[in-house]
Structure formats: C-alpha cells, structure tokens
C-alpha cells in the first residue's frame, strides 16, 4: 500500500480506478478497507482514493486530541500531496462530518459532496455547513452536485450510489431517511 506523509503524520491509502478523483472518508475508527465492496464499481469511473484516517489502520496515531477539523485539514493535505486539486468527496459518519468540514475551510477542493450516515437534517451545525459550502462553491463556479443519504452504511451498495450519485455527475440534492426534515438546500 502506498503512503505519504502530511501535517506530521504518514497517511496510508488505496489508489484504484481511471478518471476523476474520488475521496473515500472512512466512518469512525474504520480504515480503508471500510470501501472494500463500493470501490471496484467506483473506480469503473473514478480515480477511487481511499485511505486510513488519523489513528485508524495503517496511518500514523499520534496523541493528543483528534477532531473533525483536523481530519479535514489532514484530507486536504493529503489532495495536496498527491497533486489532487479538486475531487469528488465521499464520507460515511465520521467521514461525512469531515466532509462537511472540508467543503467549509476548502470549498475549492470540493467538486462534489456526498454525506451518508452523518446528522440528521434538522440538525443546525450540518445545515449551516452545507449551505456555506453551497454559497462558497457557487460563487467559485465549483459546485457539480451534492447528495446527503441518511442511510446506514451497511445497507449503501455501489447499485445504489451509481443510480444516485456523482457517477452521472447530475445536478440534485437527494435526501433519503428522516420524513421530517425541516430544511432543504436550495
């Protein structure tokens, strides 16, 4: 497996696939092997990255205090590193929550955005966060898309993601789950 070292650690991660960049953020303590069933259909169209976050897997686990933030500023590292400019983001849990965060502090490196399993709509920090990058994106030209999925993880197969997703590269805002949701992203 490949490694490259950012923000003082060294990242290891799984490169598959031609075309477009397209970052897999792993869930909770899960390394890159989290995408192990999704990537051989991603990478049918995408240069598919996957890759162990700050203290999972392979990737360095230093002390101290580890936030969505940081893992953020260690995804954008990372695109440097590997000479990425801008990509296609996909986070699950953990993973969508360091989206969000990458898509507010680096909304030039986002082409599009894909939340599975983060917050509930309704809840306020991931409303704000969307509709800043929304803004932020649209005003930079960069926005091709964003879908936020509350489904789980387990039930997502690659069937599901290409007939709603970024593989069609569509303009649409997809929200499957709570009924209730009192907002929607313009």
Known sequence: MPKVKVNDITINYN?????????LI?????????YAFQVAEYAKHFTCISFDPRGAGETDKPEGS????????????????????????????????????????YPHKVKSL??????????????????????????????TEMVIQGIFPWCF????????????????SLFVGDPHSQWTPS
């Not at 490169?15 to 970052?23: C, K, R, S, V």
């Not at 792993?26 to 989290?34: F, I, S, V």
């Not at 197969?157 to 649409?172: C, D, G, K, V």
């Open 15 to 23: 490169q598959q696939g031609d075309g477009e960049p397209l970052i």
């Open 26 to 34: 792993p869930y909770l303590a899960a390394d890159h092997a989290c």
């Open 66 to 105: 580890y936030s969505t933030e940081l893992f953020a500023d260690d995804v954008s590292a990372f695109m440097q590193a590997l000479g990425i400019e801008r990509a296609h983001i996909s986070g699950l849990s953990l993973g969508a929550a360091t989206g969000m965060w990458l898509a507010a502090k």
């Open 114 to 143: 894909s939340l599975h399993s983060g917050w509930t709509k309704t809840d306020p920090f991931i409303k704000t966060v969307v509709e800043s990058w929304q803004v932020l994106a649209k005003a930079l030209g960069s926005v």
């Open 157 to 172: 197969t690659p069937e599901l993601y290409a007939a709603s997703q970024i593989t069609f590269n569509r303009w649409q």
